[in-house]
């Protein structure tokens, strides 16, 4: 169970770690499937009807299990649609079916932790809304958090090598890697060294900010402010970057902050 706020990666972790056990494990099976499960796909409008549907989903999953050469992950993101916590659901206007599906959920789950080539990976952004017997039956619970400062600048740098790759932002040199920058001495006059201070400087403002967010940052500041003709000064392009940091942040406070 993957768990922390939304844009953190959570998803494309688990599908990068069913892909590298995969990797790991070839020479034990023979075919590897990831399979993705649509919480909301397994809800219905008629009445019992959602705890079919799960049931439904189970069985195929152990169809392919039950081929000890088969290796499965199954990925259930945002989970907690699945598994809403029983005393939350007991204070609904019609909580029967809805307990339904978690209990389904919960006796499909006890059915398929026999096998041993079946790996349950499971996403969720509201922690609190998961019922805690769902919690217990997962091994591993990890906090996938916010980027930190180091992380946010090399999802930027990538973004900045990616732009000068494509003729966008002109860089005749290379944005330093986050290590390589703490090294060098901060009396260094190097062009690259001082341009790779600015991103640094921009990577600080956007503490707290999502990963999913900050991809598109970079490309919005072209969207924003790119009034010169293509391509940009490296410079230039990272006072961009930075109001379109700013920018991001009022508008995230004008949205909290409005009435709904």
Same mark, same amino acid.
């Given at each position: 169970?993957?768990?922390?706020?939304?844009?953190?990666?959570?998803?494309?972790?688990?599908?990068?770690? +069913?892909?590298?056990?995969?990797?790991?494990?070839? /020479?034990?099976?023979?075919?590897?499937?990831?399979?993705?499960?649509?919480?909301?796909?397994?809800?219905?409008?008629?009445?019992?009807?959602?705890?079919?549907?799960?049931?439904?989903?189970?069985?195929? $999953?152990?169809?392919?299990?039950?081929? /000890?050469?088969?290796?499965?992950?199954?990925? $259930?993101?945002?989970?907690?649609?699945?598994?809403?916590?029983?005393?939350?659901?007991?204070?609904?206007?019609?909580? /029967?079916?809805?307990?339904?599906?978690?209990?389904?959920?919960?006796?499909? !789950?006890?059915? !398929?932790?026999?096998?041993?080539?079946?790996? !349950?990976?499971?996403?969720?952004? $509201?922690?609190? +809304?998961?019922?805690?017997?769902?919690?217990?039956? +997962?091994?591993?619970?990890?906090?996938?958090?916010?980027?930190?400062?180091?992380? $946010?600048?090399? !999802?930027?740098?990538?973004?900045?090598?990616?732009?000068?790759?494509?003729?966008?932002?002109?860089?005749?040199?290379? &944005?330093?890697?986050?290590?390589?920058?703490?090294?060098?001495?901060?009396?260094?006059?190097?062009? +690259?060294?001082?341009?790779?201070?600015?991103?640094?400087?921009?990577?600080?403002?956007?503490?707290?900010?999502?990963?999913?967010?900050?991809?598109?940052?970079?490309?919005?500041?072209?969207?924003?402010?790119?009034?010169? &003709?293509?391509?940009?000064?490296? /410079?230039?392009?990272?006072?961009?970057?930075?109001?379109?940091?700013?920018?991001?942040?009022?508008?995230?406070?004008?949205?909290?902050?409005?009435?709904?």
């Amino acid at each position: 169970l993957l768990y922390g706020p939304p844009g953190t990666g959570k998803t494309s972790l688990c599908k990068a770690l +069913a892909q590298t056990l995969s990797i790991r494990l070839k /020479s034990r099976f023979n075919s590897a499937k990831l399979i993705e499960v649509n919480s909301h796909s397994l809800f219905s409008r008629w009445f019992s009807e959602s705890g079919k549907l799960i049931m439904k989903l189970f069985n195929e $999953i152990r169809e392919y299990v039950s081929n /000890s050469e088969n290796l499965v992950f199954v990925l $259930i993101d945002e989970v907690e649609s699945l598994v809403h916590t029983r005393q939350m659901l007991m204070s609904g206007n019609d909580p /029967s079916d809805a307990m339904r599906v978690v209990n389904a959920v919960l006796t499909e !789950i006890d059915k !398929i932790k026999n096998y041993t080539n079946v790996v !349950i990976l499971t996403t969720s952004n $509201i922690t609190g +809304a998961i019922d805690l017997a769902f919690v217990d039956r +997962a091994d591993i619970k990890q906090y996938i958090g916010s980027p930190n400062e180091a992380t $946010i600048y090399e !999802i930027y740098r990538s973004c900045l090598n990616e732009l000068v790759k494509r003729n966008i932002v002109s860089f005749s040199e290379t &944005i330093l890697p986050y290590t390589q920058l703490k090294l060098v001495s901060s009396f260094c006059g190097d062009n +690259a060294f001082t341009c790779s201070k600015l991103l640094l400087t921009v990577a600080a403002e956007s503490q707290s900010l999502s990963g999913r967010v900050l991809r598109k940052l970079p490309f919005l500041a072209i969207a924003y402010y790119a009034v010169e &003709i293509i391509p940009i000064n490296v /410079s230039q392009f990272i006072e961009m970057l930075r109001k379109t940091v700013k920018l991001h942040f009022e508008q995230l406070t004008s949205f909290t902050s409005s009435p709904h």
